[in-house]
């Protein structure tokens, strides 16, 4: 069956660690994957998307990485500070356009000062 | 104003009664999501608009009846609900087709409590 985990469902780390939030997939081949962030009591907010030909994306202190062989994305959040706090999502884009996004669980970060 | 706006952002509401949420978008966007999101489960999908053509409907009971009437208006028509159906009611939007990836910007979501 096809399923999408985030695998840990709360993630705990001191301010000024790396933090990395895993994603893997099974039964999908995903054309693209994006990350949100999601607020106690918000809708989700878009970070960073990445296509199935590239293996790293950069944003300020986020990085992104997806192996397609491993069928997994990492996310990684550098000098985490406790305003990273938050629950992340990752979203499978099956091909490009209008496809709809399959999105996991989500992990709840906490950054403790 | 910009952005997605969704009202109310919170509802309560008994089984017997009728009521909508509104979802509003300022982007110029082309397509409109309703999103269920409950504790501890991913985002649903419930339905999809693109060019007020709704393209799905992902199994969604009948007592949630979705509206477009323009692709900047999307609304959630709701009736005799039950208590399972009290979660975080997520709108979104996006561009499509084209290069965009189908990123999706969101509301705050209508918190909806059935008693």
Wanted: net charge positive.
């Amino acid at each position: 069956s096809q399923k999408i985990e985030q695998n840990s469902e709360a993630l705990n780390i001191q301010e000024g660690k790396t933090a990395t939030l895993t994603c893997n997939y099974t039964n999908y081949s995903p054309a693209y994957l994006q990350w949100y962030r999601q607020d106690p009591g918000r809708g989700p907010v878009f970070l960073l998307l990445i296509r199935e030909n590239e293996k790293e994306k950069r944003k300020e202190r986020l990085k992104v990485t997806f192996d397609t062989t491993l069928k997994q994305s990492l996310f990684h959040i550098t000098a985490s500070q406790p305003a990273d706090s938050a629950t992340y999502l990752c979203a499978l884009g099956l091909l490009s356009g209008n496809t709809p996004l399959v999105f996991g669980k989500g992990t709840r970060l906490s950054v403790i000062a | 104003e910009t952005g997605v706006t969704q009202t109310p952002r919170h509802l309560v509401m008994g089984m017997t009664n009728k009521k909508s949420l509104k979802c509003e978008q300022h982007l110029g966007h082309n397509a409109m999501y309703w999103y269920k999101q409950s504790a501890k489960k991913p985002l649903e999908l419930m339905f999809v608009y693109n060019f007020k053509e709704q393209t799905e409907n992902n199994s969604v009971p009948s007592r949630f009846s979705p509206e477009c009437p323009n692709s900047s208006h999307l609304f959630l028509h709701l009736h005799t609900l039950q208590p399972e159906d009290s979660a975080l009611y997520l709108c979104a939007s996006s561009q499509v087709p084209g290069d965009s990836a189908g990123e999706l910007f969101f509301g705050e979501g209508s918190r909806l409590t059935v008693l």
